[in-house]
């Protein structure tokens, strides 16, 4: 995949609404001549902070939903004071945009079928990867607390979804009552023999699950990862993810891989998960 | 805003340190745009890279064998700053002077290299390493000894608060480095960095970089234990500027050791503020992280005035 050079620039608030109870979609329209021929691939995300000297020490890592020229889309969740600061922002306000960061989502062979498995705010990268390389063979699945946190009116095609409480569901909806991973298991259109791909984002043990559900059934599996960070382009060392190498020269066997730069997508069987997301608070 | 009356230093001039001339008085913090590689695609408005008009970047720091660093979570940000435990993480001098430093020569970028040791001689051993290595390379400019790493367990405090261990780190690298400048970065968490400014000094160093990250913790209320596993960490960002310019002036005051300043810049005021105390030059830190062009952005409203 050709690398498309990151940019900085400035962006006016389209729409910052929530779709569903927990997750809001902030739409952009990026200023400035550089962001003109921008775009991304499905996977990538970009630090989002106020802009001049309202700005957060940190940016804001969101991934990406849509990003083609100058417009770029981002679902998020309010888990802190750096997102509760974006879901007050006005129409016409301003955002300081760092992106598109990251590596993406592969690409799948002609024979290959894909997976995909998003959890709650999960969601963006597995959506844009659907909508943008999606094909007939392929399937979604999404996984929300209750009806009123899934976010209906993103989940256009082929998606089904999974809900941990059986409430609040929509008139003329359906959902899964259960975890989403069970429901991919159970999903008979994939106990085929057919060559599968799990693209997957979400909660730490949702993306084990996934893992786990892959490596029975032979298919391949790529997680995107989360983590808090830092500078978001590699230099702070600030969001690292413990991932297997033999040939590490400390001999320690593994070595940590930044998030934001070598992932946030990851082959599932390179993260040493024993160690990630699992570390004592001394 | 005019040029303050004070301001007599033509800064957009190459300037000398020691043996060599500096192409700006704006540089990049160690740890803070990794080794200057990481972000040398990224483009905006107004800017050709992030190196555009920067003087030097600091890599990170590089240790006699690489480190896998600290265990998560490594970063807590404050409203003021951000309390940072990454643990020297790095790929090794060998490595570094392999396959790193040949790029930032290929690249152009004016680059000081920042070294730390658990003893004394290895900065002799690393510093020779590299005169070989790179003994060619026109914009490699030097080195910054990093006595005062305040979140590596082996003791980088306690190199950096000794002044005759000071003394003998300096004097291992300098007896290296015939022609490149030598900078030793001094921690604040001491009672007379002065006193450490001069035995740098005096053992040769060409300048002192002040100052390092100060000593912090922050609490989760969640558990009541500290955010950090380690507990401590390295506070930097806004918070620590007023810190660092009462010990850059301390410095400046009290001995005659070249100073470039660091803690706490982000805008061109900031690094005005250093400048007006006596630091020959400054760096930029923490805003480097959120940002990839901060320092080159005060490098440009610098050269404008």
């Known amino acids: 995949m050709k690398r498309i050079n990151p940019l900085k620039a400035l962006g006016a608030v389209r729409e910052n609404r929530p779709v569903s109870s927990g997750l809001l979609r902030l739409d952009l329209e990026l200023e400035g001549s550089c962001s003109a021929e921008a775009g991304f691939a499905p996977g990538q995300f970009a630090m989002v902070n106020l802009p001049g000297s309202q700005a957060f020490v940190f940016g804001r890592p969101l991934s990406i939903l849509d990003w083609q020229g100058r417009r770029v889309s981002f679902l998020y969740r309010v888990v802190g004071r750096g997102t509760a600061e974006l879901a007050r922002l006005d129409q016409g306000s301003l955002v300081d945009v760092l992106g598109p960061l990251g590596g993406a989502f592969p690409r799948l062979a002609d024979d290959q079928a894909a997976v995909l498995i998003g959890g709650g705010v999960g969601l963006p990268p597995v959506a844009a990867w659907l909508a943008r390389h999606g094909r007939p063979g392929d399937r979604g699945y999404f996984g929300g607390r209750d009806g009123a946190d899934v976010p209906w009116s993103q989940l256009e095609g082929a998606w089904q979804v999974s809900v941990d409480r059986h409430e609040s569901i929509p008139a003329g909806r359906e959902a899964f009552h259960g975890l989403v991973t069970d429901m991919v298991a159970s999903d008979p259109e994939l106990a085929d023999a057919g060559r599968r791909v799990v693209l997957t984002c979400g909660p730490i043990p949702m993306l084990r699950a996934a893992a786990r559900l892959a490596q029975q059934r032979g298919w391949d599996c790529y997680v995107s990862l989360e983590e808090h960070m830092g500078c978001g382009y590699g230099v702070c060392k600030g969001c690292v993810i413990p991932v297997l190498d033999e040939k590490v020269p400390t001999g320690e066997g593994f070595r940590n891989a930044t998030c934001c730069e070598e992932g946030p997508v990851f082959r599932a069987e390179q993260v040493l998960w024993e160690r990630y997301g699992a570390l004592p608070t001394l | ?290 940002d990839p062009f901060a320092a080159a952005q005060v490098a440009a409203e610098l050269s404008r005035r």
């Open chain 2, 1 to 290: 805003m005019s040029l303050p009356a004070w301001w007599t230093t033509d800064v957009c001039a190459p300037f000398t340190l020691g043996p060599r001339r500096f192409p700006g008085r704006i540089w990049t913090a160690s740890g803070c745009f990794a080794y200057g590689l990481s972000g040398h695609d990224m483009r905006t408005d107004g800017f050709a890279t992030p190196y555009e008009g920067i003087g030097a970047v600091v890599t990170k720091t590089v240790t006699p064998a690489p480190r896998s660093g600290n265990p998560m979570p490594r970063l807590c940000e404050l409203p003021t700053g951000a309390i940072n435990s990454i643990g020297l993480e790095n790929v090794g001098y060998e490595a570094f002077l392999a396959e790193v430093l040949p790029q930032l020569e290929d690249r152009g970028v004016p680059t000081v290299v920042s070294l730390a040791a658990t003893r004394p001689e290895e900065f002799g051993t690393m510093c020779a390493a590299l005169q070989e290595a790179a003994a060619g390379y026109r914009h490699w400019h030097g080195v910054e000894i990093n006595l005062s790493c305040p979140n590596v367990a082996e003791g980088g405090h306690d190199f950096g608060r000794d002044p005759d261990t000071v003394a003998l780190c300096v004097d291992a690298a300098r007896s290296q480095l015939p022609d490149r400048a030598l900078l030793a970065k001094l921690t604040p968490n001491v009672t007379d960095i002065a006193g450490l400014a001069a035995a740098a000094g005096e053992a040769g160093a060409d300048a002192v970089s002040a100052i390092n990250t100060v000593v912090g913790l922050d609490v989760d209320l969640n558990t009541g234990q500290p955010v950090l596993p380690r507990r401590y960490g390295g506070y930097s960002g806004p918070g620590v500027l007023p810190i660092a310019l009462a010990k850059v002036d301390e410095i400046v005051r009290k001995t005659g050791v070249p100073v470039v300043g660091v803690g706490g810049i982000g805008s061109l005021e900031d690094a005005l503020k250093f400048f007006a105390l006596g630091a020959v030059a400054v760096q930029v830190g923490t805003a480097q992280m959120r």
